[in-house]
């Protein structure tokens, strides 16, 4: 098993462009989530989805957009990118909701 | 509001210096508790799950113990590949008002010198 993939691992952006970073998990799990991490503010929800075609905001959803049309990708869309979301994102999934979360490697990105 | 928090921020040890990560925690409809370590650059690495008061889990040299407000995390004889970030997190049940998300704590730094 991969367990959970993300691409790409590096990306600058100008602000206003657009991007779609990928997330893609192979142990069939219900559950996956987006998070940013940024120092000093831990780990924060962007947004999750506990089924394919059910996805919800998180903590901090402005920005950003999820769909899940496969139980395996939860792809994260930044329609119009601001320096605001320089950060480092992760990708992670859990057999259902409440259960341990396992973590992809993350995408580090900057917005110019 | 779920939450939780770790202490210290920051820990030094010496190879072999023994001590204990705290974990506070206030999750309404807990389900379990997470304890995960983070190297720099890299996702964070699942360790251990704990679902009720008095429970403890091991591995090597790491022990996690569960009360009602709080976890700990032991480290024992630390080496230097100890050295990580160690975060934790409480999960709520799915079918409570939080359903299903984890709260992170902001982690602790710890570094085991030679």
């Known amino acids: 098993n991969a367990g959970v993939t993300q691409t790409p691992k590096f990306q600058v952006l100008k602000t206003g462009q657009s991007m779609t970073l990928q997330c893609a998990q192979d142990m069939n799990h219900e559950y996956m989530s987006w998070y940013r991490q940024d120092p000093g503010m831990g780990l924060r929800l962007i947004h999750y989805?506990?089924?394919?075609?059910?996805?919800d905001q998180g903590e901090v959803p402005n920005g950003y957009n999820v769909s899940r049309s496969t139980t395996e990708d939860f792809p994260l869309r930044l329609l119009s990118a601001a320096p605001s979301q320089t950060s480092v994102y992760f990708c992670?999934?859990?057999?259902?909701?409440?259960?341990?979360?396992?973590f992809g490697p993350g995408t580090r990105l900057t917005v110019l | 509001e779920d939450q939780v928090t770790q202490s210290p921020e920051a820990l030094r040890l010496q190879e072999g210096e023994s001590s204990s990560l705290n974990c506070s925690y206030t999750?309404?409809?807990?389900?379990?508790l997470f304890w995960y370590r983070q190297d720099p650059g890299k996702g964070p690495e699942f360790l251990f799950t704990l679902y009720s008061a008095g429970e403890e889990k091991e591995k090597e040299r790491l022990k996690a113990t569960l009360t009602k407000k709080e976890s700990f995390l032991h480290i024992t004889a630390p080496k230097p590949e100890d050295s990580a970030t160690y975060l934790c997190?409480?999960?709520?049940?799915?079918?409570?008002?939080?359903?299903?998300?984890?709260?992170f704590g902001q982690g602790t730094i710890l570094t085991v010198h030679p």
């Open positions: 999750v309404s409809g807990l389900r379990g």
């Open positions: 989805s506990v089924g394919a075609g059910i996805t």
């Open positions: 992670a999934s859990s057999l259902y909701p409440g259960y341990e979360q396992f």
């Open positions: 997190a409480g999960g709520a049940n799915a079918g409570g008002t939080s359903y299903g998300k984890l709260t």
